[in-house]
Every structure is written in C-alpha cells, then in structure tokens.
C-alpha cells in the first residue's frame, strides 16, 4: 500500500459541490508512523517540506 499525504495543514473544504474533497482530518508523521505500524509488516517513509509517503507491505 501506498500512502502519499500532506504533511502540513492543509485545510480545504468542499471542491465543486463535492463534498468528499474536504479534508476532514490533519495528518502528521506521527499518525501515519502509528497508524500504519500499528499494521505490522514492513514500513518505509520518505518526508519532504510538505509531503509525506509511507510504503506498507505485510510481509517483512
């Protein structure tokens, strides 16, 4: 799995009518190291300035 999110805030709402373009939560490094280590498997992270990716994968 690939996750690729925003690492600042980044508050936006509704994008043309479409509600589910809002962001409705703000993550940081910290939920996604927790989130996806809670998991198991194998994580490996890269963090820029303003973007942060995780690849996750069950197997170790």
């Given at each position: 799995?690939?996750?690729?999110?925003?690492?600042?805030e980044?508050?936006?709402?509704?994008?043309?009518?479409?509600?589910?373009?809002?962001?409705?939560?703000?993550?940081?490094?910290?939920?996604?190291?927790?989130?996806l280590?809670?998991?198991?498997?194998?994580?490996?992270?890269?963090?820029?300035?303003?973007?942060?990716?995780?690849?996750?994968?069950?197997?170790?």
């Amino acid at each position: 799995m690939l996750v690729s999110v925003p690492i600042v805030e980044s508050v936006q709402g509704e994008v043309g009518g479409n509600p589910h373009e809002a962001h409705v939560h703000q993550w940081d490094t910290g939920d996604m190291d927790q989130m996806l280590g809670s998991l198991g498997g194998n994580v490996e992270a890269m963090r820029g300035g303003t973007l942060g990716v995780w690849w996750w994968s069950r197997h170790r």
